[in-house]
Each structure stands twice: as C-alpha cells, then as structure tokens.
C-alpha cells in the first residue's frame, strides 16, 4: 500500500476535502431537525402570549374567585413558558457541530421538565374556569412535539457518531498548527539565548583574564602569602583560647548577665568583643595584651573558688592554661600577627590603584555570572518547552495518522520536517 504524505500546512484543507461530503451530509440533517424544533419553540412562544392577552378576560364578578385564579394561572404559565423558551439556546444553523446535538437536547429535556411542572401547577385552575382549551391543547401537542424531535436528534446521534471524530481530529490539527508556530518562536528564542550565553561567556572570560592578570603582580603574590602566614597563626591562636573560650568565658559572661558578678565596663566589653570576635580583639590590642590578661585574672580568681561552676576535673587544666597565657606564652604570637597585619595593610596603602581594579574586577565578575545564570535560566525553560512540544507534536502525529488510517483506509504520513 502506498504511503500518501501530506504536509502540515496543508493538512487542515487536505482533511476538509477528503470529509466536506460527510460534514455536508451531517451538516445537512442537523439544520433540517433544528428547523423544525425552531418552528415548534416559535409556536410554543406564541401559544405562551395567547395564555395572556386581553381575550381571556377579566373576572366577571368580585367574587368569582375561579375565574380570578384562572387568570391568575394563566398569564404566570404563559410567564414560565417564555421564560423556559428563551432559555433554549439554538447554535449557528450554518455551523452545527456533532456536540450540539447533546447540549440541545439535554435543552429540550430541561424545557420539557419545565413546562410539564408548570403544567401540573397551573393547568387545573385553568381548566376548572373552562378558560383556554385550545391553548392547553396546543401546548399538550407541543409537548410531544418536543419528544418527537429528541428521539430524531437521538438517532442523529447514532448516526452521525463518527462525526465527532472527525471534529477531534480538526481540533488537533489546530492544535498541531499551533504547536508548529509556537516551536518556530521558542527555535528563534532558543538561538538568540545561545548568542547572549555566549557573549556573556566570553564577557566573563575576558574579566577572568583581566582578574588572573592582576593577581600575578608581586604585590598579589606577597599579600597572598601574608594571608597563608596570618591564617597558620590565627589558628595557633584559637587553639591557645579555646579551652578558655568555651567554658570559662561563657560561664563568666553567664554570672555577669544574670547578675551574680560585678566587674568594670571596661571589662565587660572586653569580656564582650574576645567572645564575639577573638582574633580581631587580640590583634588590634596592645601589645602584651592587658585587656585579655585581666579577664584571664578575673578567670583565675574564680577559679580557685570555683564561683564559674566548672567541672572539677578541668580546673587544673584551664588554670594552667591561664597562667601560662598570663606569663606572655603567646605574646611572640601576637607580635607576629600584629606584624603580619601591619605589613599587609602597608602594601595595600601604596597599592590602592591595583586593589581598586581588583574590586572593580571582582564586582565585574559576579556581574557577569549573575547575568550567566539568568540567561541560563530562561534558556533552560526554552529548551524544556521546546521537548514538551516536540512530544506533544509527536503524539498528535501518531494520533491522527492512526485516525486516517482507520478513516480512510491507506497509510497516510504526516510531515513535520520543516519543523
């Protein structure tokens, strides 16, 4: 069996040939029933204005409360008739579609379930006055009228079933049609993503270049081994306070907030600025380290009563720690790293022009890589479209290609290479 090929562009007019004689046909059938359900709504609206035109009259007496309440029942049935009329939406004679055969009987059976309600209520009174026989009747006609034409559009239904899988199809044709112009725009979207990822990219190699440049002059290089020195030292240093820190510091700050210590503002704030930030506090005292030294006195003191409240069994071991801090063990220590500061801050005083640039570069450099994951965003969500239209073009395809094989009997490709 040969295999026809029909382009996507070209699918839409090449279906409407290939089933223009069955829509006409069902086109055809439809318009005829919903011409005469108009007709029968028509004479059912009309039938409606009779129930309450002047002609039938006012109560002949005051007190003929029947023929009142007659009248009564007879211009609210009409009201309930027109109303449940005009409810009764009909679609576009030259444009019926197979779901319209559902929603206008489902209609029927609404009106139909209205007007028998409104006749049980009042129909009797009416008929009790001897008021409006012909009208009554006439509505009774149109009743079955009404169930005439939803058993006509019930056996529309049946006949007409495959109908509705011709519509589908037409809808994923749209839809196909869609998908192509929307996978056009998300290609061009995902080409010019490309450019601004590679310009950023290259934006950002340039400053990294720059950068790697200017942290090779010597000034760089000696910072960069300061850095190493300071860090070596620095841990030399916590390791020198931490036992202090961690327990003695923490309970004597604890008796100063809860009240049971009372020492200098001086010493408060010491106490304050070692536990917040040791390194900075021991660096940028003097030398000898006063301030450090006369809270390791206060320690000290406490500890020999053991007013701190620390276990017993690492009171000897604090103390002598303190003791041999206060006999200067890290003064050396501190001499260093004073030195080590000092030096660094000195060469970055007479280098401000090359630190700028540095910070220029660096500020340069988060920039661009701030700039990279927001291109890289958006083109991520480009490119997870982009499968999700392909895949959905891909099931489309499959999906009506089986149709037109099951429709039409012959193999029928449907083209999306110049996707």
């Known amino acids: 069996m040969k295999t026809q090929v029909i382009q996507v562009d070209e699918l839409s007019d090449w279906y409407s040939q290939m089933i223009q004689k069955e829509i006409a046909n069902f086109r055809k059938d439809a318009r005829k029933l919903f011409d005469k359900i108009e007709q029968t709504l028509e004479f059912m609206d009309s039938t409606s204005e009779k129930l309450s035109e002047e002609h039938t009259g006012l109560p002949e007496a005051a007190n003929d409360k029947i023929h009142e309440t007659a009248i009564k029942c007879a211009n609210r049935l009409s009201s309930s008739i027109k109303d449940s009329v005009n409810n009764v939406e009909l679609p576009n004679l030259d444009d019926v579609e197979y779901s319209d055969l559902k929603s206008i009987n489902d209609e029927l059976t609404t009106l139909a379930r209205a007007i028998t309600d409104a006749g049980r209520r009042y129909v009797p009174p009416i008929s009790k006055a001897k008021l409006l026989k012909r ?5 009774s006609y149109f009743l079955k009228d009404i169930g005439k034409n939803q058993k006509k559009l019930d056996q529309l239904v049946k006949d007409y079933e495959y109908i509705k899988i011709v519509e589908e199809n037409f809808k994923k044709i749209d839809e196909l049609l869609k ?55 620095q841990m030399k240093l916590i390791q020198a306070l931490r036992i202090i820190l961690d327990k003695p510091f923490k309970k004597f700050k604890k008796s100063l907030d809860d009240g049971l210590t009372n020492v200098s503002e001086e010493q408060k704030n010491a106490l304050e600025e070692y536990m917040g930030d040791p390194f900075k506090t021991f660096t940028s005292e003097e030398l000898g380290y006063p301030m450090l030294k006369v809270l390791l006195m206060e320690i000290h003191e406490r500890l020999e009563t053991n007013r701190l409240e620390v276990k017993k069994k690492l009171i000897p071991k604090i103390k002598t720690k303190v003791e041999r801090i206060l006999e200067d063990s890290i003064l050396s220590l501190q001499k260093d790293l004073k030195d080590l500061i000092n030096e660094k801050s000195t060469i970055i005083s007479d280098s401000q022009e090359l630190f700028a640039l540095q910070d220029k570069l660096n500020n340069d450099l988060q920039e661009q890589e701030k700039r990279e994951s927001g291109v890289q965003l958006e083109l991520s969500k480009v490119i997870a479209e982009k499968n999700w239209c392909e895949d959905r073009i891909a099931t489309l395809k499959k999906a009506l290609e089986k149709n037109f094989h099951k429709e039409f009997e012959e193999d029928i490709t449907i083209s999306t290479d110049n996707f």
């Open 135 to 139: 009208e009554i009747t006439e509505l």
């Open 179 to 233: 998908l192509k112009e929307r996978l056009s725009e998300l290609n061009a979207m995902h080409s010019q993503l490309d450019g601004m990822f590679n310009e950023v990219e290259q934006e950002k190699n340039e400053i990294i270049k720059r950068k790697e440049s200017c942290e090779q002059e010597d000034h760089f290089i000696i910072i960069k081994q300061l850095d190493g020195e300071i860090k070596k030292k």
